[in-house]
Structures are given as structure tokens and as C-alpha cells.
């Protein structure tokens, strides 16, 4: 089910040196002084600069564990677990005034300590990104770092010093314990997979790209990529769990165009991850994420129906948008008729009407939330259309925009078969959430 509405065309609005040590040196005991001098000059630069913006594995200097998201579910107490390599263990840093928002590349969610607290012993989740209590500074320890919530001034530690996989993960006050040191190591590596076209099976060495390997630098401005090679479907292929598509280019389905009811390309279980596909006219309906998905370096060269939808009934469903770009979409690119937090981060738009949209008149009524960072849009009249009868929220950040272009419009959701009227547009600290320094109009 798809919203008709048209999109407005509303504005954005355009927009000490370091200490120096001097020494004297008497020439008889010049190099045992400079010697000394040397050994005291600091060795590292500053945490942050060692540890910038990217996507890392984190791990426990006790014991050697890596921070671990258990499902996919908002509200998650973090833990330790036996390093996998798997999504949920991977995180992405992002450079925020005051530190680093830590993202699960697995859910999309925000690292945070629960309900802001600033006491110690209290729980670090996943959460829906944009609530205080989820910015990070780093502080240097040799070679680890103590992970600090900059709004309490507490240490990521795990609860009673333990270095036994499982234990959870909470605040406590900052001191030299292993347990509140933590390793970061850059994500990455191949992987092999097997995917089948037609009859011929293929077992390949891919690489999982991660946010930091995306064309752009992870700000979704990169180049368009190229094609390895092209697959023509009929019918909707079942992803499943997961599906790599090894940059190749699929397409057959529907008419290219904007009429209602037709199949998607993908269909993609929930807890699924599709990655590494370019979807080219005809498309369909895109990629149909059944629940809780990634669609991960996916990019749409000609938008049809939709480029993806998002259906699951849970309220509690986590979907991420990571990496990728969609060209030519006349009415919507992302769809949101389910419940649940879509992040989108890291991605491009070409010319389209609404880039998201709540759902307004479906057949169910769900809250629904959407999160957007990193975004690039060129030639589109709107970036986010909620509905703010339903509790609907939209977040914005790292926005750049090229051409007229509305960020957050507010419309009152209605039963199916009536029509979403627009109510407003703008943010205003409740359902729409960006500051002037959010967006950057080209």
C-alpha cells in the first residue's frame, strides 16, 4: 500500500599552537638531559585522532571478548560474547560535537546508557539514535581505551569486573581496570559466500563492505559503481537470510513504472541481509524486507514502484539502510509500512519525490521512526514524510542537500482508503528532529 500523496517544494534555508619545550642544555650533560626530555614528550597523539570516524570490532581487554548486540530488538542490554565477526559485533563511529555516536552496523541502533542516567551501574543498550546519554569520548590507555558516556562521565565496564562471555555490559566510574579498556580494530575481510543464477552455482571470495569501504568516505557522495555483470528475473527471488549479489545487475520484473501491486525484485526474511546488489529497470517493487533486515550496498539505477519496503507488524522491528543510492524515483524511494525504526545512513538520492514515507493510509496504523545520517540528496523535494498523530519521528544528521528541498513534513494518518492530509512541516523538537548545523544546502 502506497500513501499518494505529492510532495511541496519548500526552501531549505542556504547556509593556540601547541606548547613547545625549550631546554637549556649545559654541553657536558647535553645528551643524558635531552634524553630525558624525550622519553617525558607525550608518545600518542589524542584518542580521537587515533580512533576516528569507521566501523570497528570492539573488544574487552580482560577477557578478550567483543562487545556483542544479542538481537536486533531496541532496548538490548549490551555483553560480551565470543568474538564471531558477525554484524551484531561490528560498530560504527561517528565524529558528534563532544565525541562519537556508536552505531550496531547488525540493527542500525545507537549505543547508549538507558533513560540518560549519569549514576553508575546502570544499563548500556541499543536504542533508537537520537536520545542523550549516547555520545562517547575515548580516552587513550596505552594501547586501549576507556569508552566514556560524556553525558554522566562514566566508563563502559561490565557489571562485576567479569571476563566471562555473556557478562552485561554497564556504566561505572572511570578507573584503570581491564574491564574498562577496550580494544578497536577496523572492520573488514573476505568472506566466501555461494550464489546461484539460473542453474550455474559460483563459490566466490567477496568482501563484506562495511560503512568506512562504501564509495563517498561513508558521507553518501561517492561515485555510482559499475556492474560485474547482469542477471534477468522473472519472478521474486527469496533472499532469505542472507543474499550477496556480488555487485551484479538484476532486473526483469514489472513495467518500470508507478503502477500499484506490483512484485518486488527481493523478498527478504526477517533478521535477513541483502548486500552488494545494483537493481536496474524493470524493478518492481524493489526489495520487500518481510521483518527486522539490512540492505546493505544496494543501489537502484531506475526506481520503480518503490525501491524497498518495510513490513514487519513489530513495533520493536530494526531495519538499516546501509550504504548505496537510488536514482530516478518519481514518487517514494523508502517505504515504511510496518512498525518499527528504519535507519537510513551513509546513502545517495537522485531525483525523487518523497525519499521516505510513513505510511498514511495502510491498512494498519503503526508508530513508526525513521533515522537518517549521512545523506546526500540531489534533485529531491522531500527527505521525510511522518505522521504525527501516530507518534511518528524522523531524526536528521550530516545532511546535504542540492536544490529545493523540504527535510521533515508532517501529515495526520487516516483509515485506508482515505487520503493523509499535510499538516506542516519543519522541525520542532517532537516529531521532527535536526538543527540548522544538521543540513548543508548546496
Not at 565496564?157 to 571476563?163: E, F, I, P, V
Request: glycine share 16%; aromatic share 6%; charged share 15%.
Amino acid at each position: 500500500m502506497r500513501t499518494p500523496d505529492r510532495p511541496s517544494t519548500t526552501r531549505v534555508a542556504r547556509r593556540g599552537g601547541p606548547r613547545r619545550w625549550h631546554l637549556s642544555l649545559v654541553a657536558a650533560a647535553g645528551a643524558t638531559v635531552l634524553a630525558a626530555a624525550l622519553a617525558a614528550w607525550p608518545s600518542a597523539a589524542p584518542a580521537q585522532a587515533a580512533v576516528g570516524a569507521g566501523t570497528y570490532t570492539i573488544t574487552n581487554a580482560a577477557g578478550g571478548h567483543c562487545l556483542d548486540a544479542p538481537g536486533g530488538s531496541a532496548g538490548a542490554q549490551l555483553r560480551q560474547a565470543a568474538c564471531t565477526g558477525g554484524a551484531g559485533q561490528q560498530w560504527t563511529l561517528a565524529s558528534v560535537g563532544g565525541g562519537f555516536r556508536i552505531t550496531s552496523v547488525g540493527s542500525g541502533l545507537c549505543v547508549g546508557v538507558r533513560d540518560a542516567s549519569t549514576s553508575a551501574g546502570k544499563v548500556i543498550e541499543q536504542a533508537a539514535c537520537g536520545s542523550a546519554g549516547q555520545t562517547w569520548s575515548l580516552t587513550q590507555s596505552g594501547s586501549n581505551y576507556r569508552v566514556v558516556d560524556t553525558n554522566g562521565g562514566k566508563c563502559m565496564n561490565l557489571k562485576d569486573n567479569s571476563t566471562a562471555a555473556g557478562a552485561l555490559v554497564q556504566t561505572n566510574s572511570c578507573d584503570s581496570a581491564a574491564t574498562k579498556q577496550w580494544v578497536f580494530t577496523p572492520s573488514g575481510g573476505g568472506n566466501p559466500t555461494t550464489t546461484t543464477t539460473g542453474t550455474t552455482t559460483t563459490t566466490r571470495t567477496t568482501t563484506t563492505t562495511t560503512t568506512s569501504q562504501q564509495p563517498g568516505g561513508g558521507d553518501g557522495s561517492g561515485p555510482w559503481p559499475s556492474d560485474t555483470g547482469s542477471v534477468h528475473q522473472t519472478t521474486t527471488k527469496n533472499a532469505g537470510t542472507f543474499f550477496d549479489g556480488g555487485m551484479k545487475r538484476y532486473y526483469g520484473i514489472g513495467d518500470g513504472g508507478q503502477g500499484e501491486g506490483q512484485d518486488p525484485m527481493f523478498t527478504v526474511a526477517n533478521g535477513g541481509t541483502i548486500q552488494n546488489v545494483i537493481i536496474d529497470a524493470p524493478a518492481g517493487d524493489g526489495i520487500h524486507c518481510e521483518g527486522s533486515c539490512t540492505i546493505r550496498n544496494v543501489w537502484w539505477n531506475d526506481v520503480g514502484e518503490d525501491a524497498a519496503t518495510f513490513k514487519a507488524s513489530s513495533s520493536s522491528a530494526t531495519y538499516l539502510v546501509d550504504g548505496g543510492g537510488a536514482k530516478s524515483a518519481s514518487d517514494k524511494v523508502f517505504q515504511h509500512n510496518g512498525g518499527g525504526t528504519l535507519t537510513i545512513r551513509n546513502f545517495q538520492v537522485h531525483s525523487a519525490g518523497k525519499f521516505y514515507r510513513a505510511c498514511g493510509n495502510c491498512a494498519t496504523s503503526y508508530q513508526r521512526h525513521v533515522v537518517m545520517d549521512g545523506i546526500t540528496a540531489r534533485s529531491t523535494k522531500v527527505l521525510a514524510g511522518i505522521n504525527t498523530n501516530w507518534g511518528d519521528t524522523a531524526r536528521f544528521s550530516r545532511i546535504t542537500v542540492y536544490g529545493s528541498t523540504t527535510i521533515c513534513e508532517k501529515y495526520q494518518g487516516v483509515p485506508k482508503g482515505s487520503e493523509p492530509k499535510k499538516i506542516g512541516e519543519g522541525a520542532d523538537g517532537k516529531n521532527c528532529f535536526y538543527s540548522p548545523s544538521d543540513i548543508t544546502q548546496r
